[in-house]
């Protein structure tokens, strides 16, 4: 039975380390949440470990940057793990060739390309025309607000070719502001309905868990197993991903699924029991939003 709680200090003192979603959850893509950004500050100021899980297609250093202009300051997070650097990694060890059809936007996805100093040997990585290459990157759409299934022509290339398409980005919508935006998810699932194989590395996918907690351990701050709570606004990304690891989760319900929950300030208690019932998950906890 997932409870309703009023604050994350409610609960803080049962973890030593926070998984926590930046986009619905710190910021809404515009800017930052100031409650959300204070509730971190204190679990930190109590001893707690916050490690920014996010679903970006960029990595760490540009979130770093980006978050950084919408008003979220370090001192509220020790490090972070994206699903930008776990599909980077996996890009440049050769997992979809070395020639790439690249969904995305070139100036904001530009980074992804940088190659990952942690490796010896890095793939050299060409973008080409898709009838030329190996596999498809994508970060995104062409247009955030175009309908996915304009790309069934290309995907249908793709597929008979036997092309794999590398997911920078699980997400299936995000809220810009009051704007709803389309992301590489919605594109990769696309795909796989059609037939094709999407290969997939962040939320709620295995990859970058498993990066999240080297980037826990690499900052030497806890001598044992640490417990951690997973916190974000995606109920199929955030909750199910912590839920598959064996994490306990705090379902921030004034996201994605505002509507759903009927969160104005708290989740109606009827709305989300339906809402959880319907989508067959159960957070430990819930709350309206991160404070």
């Not at 994350?8 to 926590?20: H, L, N, T």
């Not at 001893?47 to 979130?63: A, E, M």
């Not at 898709?130 to 290309?154: K, M, S, Y």
């Not at 199929?236 to 509507?259: H, N, P, R, S, W």
């Amino acid at each position: 039975m997932t409870q309703i709680i009023t604050k994350f200090s409610d609960i803080y003192d049962q973890y030593d380390a926070a998984f926590v979603d930046l986009w619905g959850c710190m910021h809404n893509g515009i800017e930052a949440f100031t409650a959300a950004v204070a509730a971190m500050q204190k679990f930190r100021a109590e001893g707690g470990i916050v490690v920014l899980v996010t679903n970006s297609p960029r990595p760490r250093f540009s979130v770093a940057e980006q978050i950084a202009g919408m008003g979220i300051p370090t001192d509220c997070y020790d490090t972070i793990a994206t699903s930008g650097d776990s599909a980077r990694s996996a890009m440049f060890q050769g997992v979809i060739g070395d020639k790439v059809w690249f969904m995305g936007e070139e100036h904001r996805d530009a980074d992804f390309f940088k190659p990952l100093s942690v490796l010896d040997n890095p793939v050299e990585i060409k973008k080409v025309p898709l009838d030329e290459a190996t596999g498809i990157v994508c970060c995104g759409p062409f247009d955030t607000q175009a309908d996915p299934n304009i790309n069934r022509p290309e995907f249908l290339l793709a597929r008979e070719r036997g092309l794999k398409l590398l997911c920078a980005n699980p997400d299936i919508i995000v809220d810009r502001g009051e704007t709803r935006e389309w992301c590489a998810g919605a594109l990769a699932k696309l795909y796989t309905d059609m037939g094709g194989e999407s290969l997939y590395f962040g939320k709620p996918h295995p990859p970058i868990y498993d990066l999240a907690r080297l980037r826990l351990a690499g900052l030497q701050l806890l001598s044992s197993e640490p417990r951690i709570i997973c916190i974000g606004d995606g109920i199929g990304t955030d909750v199910l991903g912590g839920v598959q690891e064996d994490l306990d989760t705090l379902f921030i319900t004034g996201g994605l699924a505002a509507a759903e929950t009927k969160t104005v300030e708290q989740p109606d208690a009827d709305a989300l029991t339906s809402y959880l019932e319907k989508e067959i998950m159960s957070p430990t906890y819930a709350i309206g939003f991160l404070r």
